[in-house]
């Protein structure tokens, strides 16, 4: 397989056959804990309009998001998985609109396949794709450090592209948990002068979470979203 990583939330030149969509601060990881919480299944928006827009004709749906790291006025939810942890959110359906990973994810649908993660489903999902995946030695593998600069998603990326390449240097998980903790994306989390951004986001973050599933896109729905795929 030749997997090669792209940072930024553009499209890659090409389509693989698989993509790994990453966002750790916080995309993904609220994605991750709105599944644990019982969500049925996530729709992602391009524009906060499209959202508002599918709240107006679902009204049942909740709608979760940031722009620039900040609620949205009109929408249920922030972009916090402090919060959204809180939260019984079993049967529901969300849509989510963020700054880089969902826009990451909707500009790598011509992919075959589609997965989403932060760091802490970031193990299970390079696990599902090694053992699950049909022959997949010999695919295209792109795996996507949404946020353009920051090392977050980017150490995320190489610890997946590591475990998939069964690395005799397989970066650690400490590792990665450091460089997250430490990149420019994490700073203002640990500003006590700044209330809006809770320094239990990045504790949440951090954690891997031994799931018995991936989050995959529906890249054939309407509207694409995320589903939960059993392991």
């Known amino acids: 397989m030749q997997i090669i990583i792209y940072q930024g939330n553009a499209a890659p030149p090409k389509a693989a056959d698989i993509t790994i969509v990453i966002d750790v601060i916080r995309a993904f990881t609220v994605a991750h804990y709105a599944f644990l919480q019982g969500v049925h299944c996530i729709f992602l928006a391009d524009s906060i309009e499209q959202a508002l827009q599918i709240k107006k004709e679902n009204p049942d749906f909740l709608l979760a998001g940031e722009v620039d790291g900040l609620a949205i006025e009109g929408f249920d939810l922030d972009n916090s998985p402090s919060h959204i942890k809180q939260l019984n959110l079993t049967g529901k359906t969300l849509v989510q609109k963020t700054t880089n990973g969902v826009r990451a994810a909707l500009n790598c649908l011509a ?32 795996i996507i450090a949404s946020h353009p600069s920051g090392d977050d998603d980017l150490a995320c990326a190489e610890y997946i592209k590591s475990m998939l390449e069964g690395s005799s240097n397989l970066i650690s998980a400490q590792e990665v948990k450091e460089r997250i903790k430490h990149s420019h994306v994490a700073e203002k ?43």
Do not use: Y
Request: glycine share 2%.
């Open 111 to 142: 992919s075959k396949h589609v997965f989403v993660t932060g760091f802490s489903n970031a193990k299970q999902t390079a696990a599902f794709i090694r053992e699950k995946m049909a022959a997949v030695n010999g695919k295209m593998i792109h």
């Open 189 to 231: 989390f640990f500003d006590e002068e700044n209330p809006v951004f809770l320094r239990e986001d990045i504790n949440n973050c951090l954690k891997e979470i031994n799931t018995d599933f991936v989050m995959k896109m529906n890249t054939t729905s309407e509207i694409p979203k995320i589903e939960r795929v059993n392991v």
